[in-house]
């Protein structure tokens, strides 16, 4: 070997010796070096040396300096063609981490964007729709207005009615104590202990005419009408006030008198003797009356008060008719019709 010495070159990068057929130049510098100091840039194609060139981030690949940039949102240098230009900031961004906008189609990094949460597409923060309740960005056209409130929220946040189909938010709606149907607080009877019920499922007061919770209303134990709570004694029993005043004498009201000659002969055939009428009064919708009837015998002999409850429209008494004496204590009841 000390015979070829002569024949050896002298690398310019290491100073390691070979024969030239094991030496090659580097394309960027020029410099003599043994082959494997050099190796073949990813991009040039050209042999470079291997301290020049730089290693992508992304991929792996090797080349030189120049063909190099940095994603903007992670830092992470990789070759041109690894990297994108976002069409939504003008940054630079590693193309494997591309987004594509379902609304305008715009591609950007990843973190630039926002998913649907109802169908999970892609898309930016100003494209889309926010719920008013969840706070979710959805596509346009998912949000639905809210009927009470007017929020535009998510499909799943309201509810239907079962009264008028009307949707809303689900705190805008009661359940009804009769059958469970969920509707919107205002469209249905609310019970004085704060229940609720469809208006299909109310009764109504036989006084007032207005319709009512079921569990507001009380048998009357004389005529056997159901009324409101409001309108019956709670002492002694559970009896039309209206009515129980005008046998005891303690009202003397004389409502409808036009009307007084017809409640007598249509119900005269009912009781037994000579009948007029006493005192009566208007329910507060105008459609029954509560009247009082003094009844006597054929003799005159027995003097008897009768109650009932009139319907204006049917020229009928409502449920029973009632006959009793008027004691010291009060009327007290002996016959029913």
């Known amino acids: 070997m000390p015979a070829l010495k002569h024949l050896l070159e002298r690398s310019d990068i290491s100073g390691r010796m070979a024969l030239p057929e094991f030496m090659e130049k580097c394309a960027a510098t020029g410099k003599r070096a043994l082959r494997d100091e050099l190796e073949e840039s990813a991009v040039s194609k050209q042999r470079i040396t291997k301290s020049l060139l730089k290693t992508s981030g992304l991929t792996g690949k090797r080349a030189e300096s120049k063909y190099f940039q940095k994603c903007e949102f992670t830092g992470i240098e990789a070759l041109e063609d690894e990297l994108a230009t976002s069409q939504v900031s003008g940054k630079k961004y590693r193309a494997d981490r ?22 999970n597409h892609a898309l930016l923060p100003e494209e889309g729709e926010k719920c008013e309740v969840t706070g979710k960005v959805v596509v346009p056209g998912i949000l639905e207005r809210c009927e009470v409130s007017g929020k535009r929220v998510l499909p799943p946040e309201l509810e239907k009615s079962a009264a008028s189909g009307k949707k809303a938010l689900k705190q805008f709606f009661v359940p009804s104590s009769i059958s469970g149907a969920r509707f919107l607080e205002g469209e249905g009877i609310a019970s004085a202990a704060g229940k609720h019920c469809l208006e299909k499922e109310a009764k109504v007061c036989a006084w007032s005419s207005r319709k009512c919770h079921p569990d507001d209303l009380r ?11 409001e309108y019956m004694t709670t002492n002694g029993g559970i009896r039309l006030e209206p009515l129980l005043n005008l046998l005891n004498g303690l009202r003397r009201k004389t409502d409808k008198q036009e009307l007084w000659a017809r ?5 005269s055939r009912v009781l037994d003797g000579r009948s007029q009428i006493e005192s009566a009064l208007s329910s507060p919708g105008g459609d029954h009356m509560a009247v009082c009837l003094e009844t006597k015998s054929w003799l005159g002999l027995k003097t008897r008060q009768a109650g009932f409850l009139y319907s204006i429209r049917d020229r009928a008494a409502v449920g029973r008719i009632v006959l009793g004496k008027r004691e010291a204590e009060g009327w007290v009841l002996e016959k029913v019709f």
């Open 98 to 119: 591309q987004q594509r906008s379902i609304v305008s189609g715009k591609t950007g990094y990843v973190d630039e964007f926002v998913v649907c949460s109802e169908t």
């Open 263 to 267: 409640v007598v002969d249509d119900v």
């Open 219 to 229: 048998t009357c134990q004389l005529t056997r009408v159901a009324a409101h709570f």
